[in-house]
């Protein structure tokens, strides 16, 4: 089982709909979360970390189930601009450990 | 806004030829990273670097791979002999704290790139 798991898509969404990325993690020793985004042949961005009691940055909310070892990220209104991969990354003993990410194409 | 740099943006190379990949962190950043990405597949992490030795390696850094700090700015990868599954961009990244055991982990900041292209 991969360490990190993400639907690959791609999403298709129109633009101003809300959409949401599921990730789940099969270590639980996994210790800290992030979501990032990558556009076209450019290097990861840090989007937001990912704690357990949920946060909001905007139109971004991201959530984490240690118990589930689950974690979310649901971007409400979509613009063009959201159009990327998002990659789910966690920490683990000094390793940061990337998911293959999930393709997002916001439609005008 | 002080960013993370890589030269050059794209490299390519013969079989079996040394490549240095060469990446200047940000000033005052103590932690400093190497991350792969082979075309079509996911950021998967080399190696890290604090305070002049490796913290950490992954599996894919055998022995074929070196990294350096020769000054106080650049921080280099090394491929001794490269083959042709090493084609890939390589991510230099740069933090000013490490993503330590039990510690907050402190956002890296990537640099563009190396696209490696092995012939």
């Known amino acids: 089982r991969k360490e990190v798991e993400q639907d690959p898509g791609p999403f298709n969404v129109p633009e101003g709909a809300t959409v949401a990325f599921n990730c789940t993690y099969s270590?639980?020793?996994?210790?800290?979360f992030f979501w990032y985004r990558q556009d076209c042949r450019k290097e990861p961005k840090l989007l937001m970390s990912?704690?357990?009691s949920g946060n909001e940055d905007g139109r971004f909310t991201a959530q984490l189930n240690r118990a589930s070892q689950y974690i979310s990220l649901l971007i409400r209104d979509s613009k063009l601009s959201d159009s990327a991969t998002y990659l789910c990354?966690?920490?683990?003993?000094?390793?940061?450990?990337f998911g293959k990410g999930t393709r997002l194409h916001i439609l005008p | 806004e002080p960013e993370v740099t890589q030269t050059p943006s794209h490299q390519v190379t013969q079989m079996g030829q040394e490549v240095i990949l060469r990446c200047v962190p940000i000033?005052?950043?103590?932690?400093f990273y190497w991350y792969r990405q082979i075309l079509g597949q996911k950021v998967e992490f080399l190696v890290s670097?604090?305070?002049?030795?490796?913290?950490?390696k992954s599996e894919i850094f055998d022995d074929q791979f070196s990294v350096e700090r020769p000054d106080g700015s650049n921080f280099t990868l090394k491929i001794r002999s490269t083959k042709l599954e090493d084609s890939a961009m390589y991510f230099c990244?740069?933090?000013?704290?490490?993503?330590?055991?039990?510690?907050?982990?402190?956002?890296?900041?990537f640099g563009p790139g190396t696209r490696l292209t092995v012939l």
């Open positions: 670097f604090y305070n002049n030795e490796i913290s950490e």
């Open positions: 990912v704690y357990s």
């Open positions: 000033s005052n950043h103590l932690y």
């Open positions: 990244a740069s933090s000013d704290s490490g993503g330590l055991a039990g510690s907050s982990y402190n956002e890296q900041f």
């Open positions: 270590n639980s020793a996994s210790q800290s």
């Open positions: 990354v966690l920490n683990r003993d000094d390793k940061i450990i």
